[in-house]
């Protein structure tokens, strides 16, 4: 039994000691990004979404908050897939870092990707935050440090991948479980069929079917390990997906905190991932998604993710923004005029976990949230 002490937060402000682990997953219903704290002052950051009260990365207005450098603490950058609500702000919290590398997967190294981000920037690109100009950006810093950087190249994540340890006491360990070599090939020939269509108009790399190509990490600090299972969906096919992660780890060491992938949905959600690569009873937490109708996590993935554990948390509810205009006229000629109309998530939140380090096995697992962050069971209809 993991045990946790719940509270809701008012010292957001406050930096974990060298000697605390701390987990903090930030999410609208539209973005996600979650720093790691590895002990003694070495952080990294996965994903980025935008603060909606400095309208920077919600990684830097943290690290500023709490009086840590990014220029020196940050490890690592990493980006788990290209999924807009994945990347926003990434290049400019990437170039705020200086002493990081930055860690994308290994389909991104492909001739098939750079070929399509490069086309498709320089074809009427119409920039403004997606997926393609946050990577031109990031090719762009890369190169400028190419120079004077210890990491001018991008580092490949892919299954078994380790990508940064630390050796001292206590050591530490970032290590990728995806994409597995047959979702490589598989997200490479997708890519090779998209090009022909590079002389369109396009602003957001396509999504792979599934998130083949996506990142999932697994962190050791010390005997603590966590589970970070980005947007990897599950698949019939054991070469792909969640049961390619399960089939090359289990028999490991078990994780003891979570955090749900494809923001709590049924299709990335497996029992052989709950009762090989789990403890019982974990934390877990994940962020919503709201785009138009779609909604996650719904009330019956609500269900089926407490009935795995009680300790579950999401950043906000999934539920979209309204119009504030009260004589509707802007809400009249948008929708008069515009195609497709999707409110913006009208919601933030900040759920952190922290933990000794020295004494993993007696130290509990402190939760406080922030903003409207909750309890998943808060979700459920009354």
């Keep these: 039994m993991i045990s946790c002490v719940e509270s809701r937060g008012n010292d957001a402000y406050l930096p974990p000691t060298e000697g605390e682990v701390e987990i903090s997953i930030f999410g609208p219903g539209y973005g996600e990004c979650i720093l790691v704290h590895l002990g003694l002052g070495d952080w990294i950051a996965i994903d980025s979404c935008i603060d909606p009260a400095t309208r920077d990365p919600i990684a830097l207005s943290y690290l500023n908050a709490i009086c840590i450098d990014p220029e020196t603490m940050l490890r690592v950058v990493l980006a788990t897939h290209w999924d807009d609500d994945h990347v926003s702000g990434l290049a400019q919290l990437f170039r705020s870092a200086s002493a990081a590398k930055f860690v994308c997967s290994s389909i991104m190294r492909s001739n098939e990707f750079s070929a399509l ?40 994540a892919s299954e078994g991948k380790l990508i940064w340890e630390r050796a001292s006491s206590p050591s530490a360990e970032v290590r990728a479980l995806s994409p597995s070599n047959a979702a490589e090939v598989a997200a490479i020939a997708r890519l090779s069929m998209l090009m022909g269509e590079s002389d369109k108009l396009r602003r957001r790399i396509p999504c792979i079917e599934n998130n083949h190509a996506c990142v999932v990490l697994s962190i050791r600090i010390a005997g603590i390990y966590i589970l970070l ?66 909604r996650l996590p719904s009330p019956e993935d609500c269900r089926r993710i407490l009935k795995r554990t009680t300790r579950a948390y999401v950043t906000a509810s999934p539920a979209p923004a309204k119009f504030r205009d009260r004589d509707r006229t802007v809400e009249k000629t948008v929708r008069e005029t515009a195609k497709c109309v999707q409110l913006v998530p009208g919601r933030f939140g900040h759920i952190r976990l922290r933990k000794k380090i020295s004494s993993e096995d007696e130290a509990e697992w402190e939760i406080a949230l922030f903003g409207d962050a909750m309890h998943l069971a808060q979700l459920l209809p009354i």
């Design 117 to 156: 981000v490069g086309s498709w920037r320089l074809s009427g690109f119409l920039p403004g935050g997606s997926g393609v100009d946050e990577f031109a950006q990031i090719i762009d810093e890369l190169g400028q440090r190419a120079k004077d950087s210890r990491y001018p190249t991008p580092v490949f």
């Design 229 to 294: 299972g980005g947007d990897l969906q599950c698949r019939a096919d054991r070469a792909f997906g969640w049961l390619a992660v399960v089939d090359g780890n289990a028999g490991r060491e078990l994780h003891e905190l979570y955090k749900i992938p494809h923001h709590g949905s049924a299709n990335a959600d497996h029992d052989e991932v709950w009762s090989k690569l789990l403890r019982p009873a974990l934390p877990a937490v994940t962020t919503p998604y709201v785009n138009g109708r779609t």
